[in-house]
Nanobody
Framework: QVQLVESGGGLVQPGGSMRLSCAASGSVFDLNAMGWYRQVPGKQRELVAAITSGGTSNYADSVKGRFTISRDNAKNTVYLQMNSLKPEDTAVYYC??????????WGKGTLVTVSS
C-alpha cells in the first residue's frame, strides 16, 4: 500500500500564492508519476498537473504559467506551487500516485479556497 498525505490547503485571497505538498509513504518502491487533481461539487475530478519520476511535467491549460509542479524523489514528495490564484481555482485538491505494478493511489484531499 501507498499512503499519501496532502498538506498546505486553506484560504487565500485572489492573486495570492499557496504551496501544496504530498508525501508518499509505505510501499513506494515502484512509484512512477505523481500529480495533482482538483474537484468542485457537481463536476468531475480534473487533472491540474503531473510529473514523472524523471521530471517531465504537464499542466492543465487553465493553470499553465501560474502553477508549478515539482518533485523530490528522495523524499517521495510532490509539490504544487500555485501563484496568481483565482476564485475559480477553489476546489478540493487531491494528490495521486501511479505505480508501475499496483495501480494508482489517492490522497484524501485538501481544500483550497480563493476568496476575498
Amino acid at each position: 500500500q501507498v499512503q499519501l498525505v496532502e498538506s498546505g490547503g486553506g484560504l487565500v485571497q485572489p492573486g495570492g500564492s499557496m504551496r501544496l505538498s504530498c508525501a508518499a509513504s509505505g510501499s513506494v518502491f515502484d512509484l512512477n508519476a505523481m500529480g495533482w487533481y482538483r474537484q468542485v461539487p457537481g463536476k468531475q475530478r480534473e487533472l491540474v498537473a503531473a510529473i514523472t519520476s524523471g521530471g517531465t511535467s504537464n499542466y492543465a491549460d487553465s493553470v499553465k504559467g501560474r502553477f508549478t509542479i515539482s518533485r523530490d524523489n528522495a523524499k517521495n514528495t510532490v509539490y504544487l506551487q500555485m501563484n496568481s490564484l483565482k476564485p475559480e481555482d477553489t476546489a478540493v485538491y487531491y494528490c495521486k500516485a501511479e505505480t508501475y505494478f499496483r495501480g494508482d493511489y489517492w490522497g484524501k484531499g485538501t481544500l483550497v479556497t480563493v476568496s476575498s
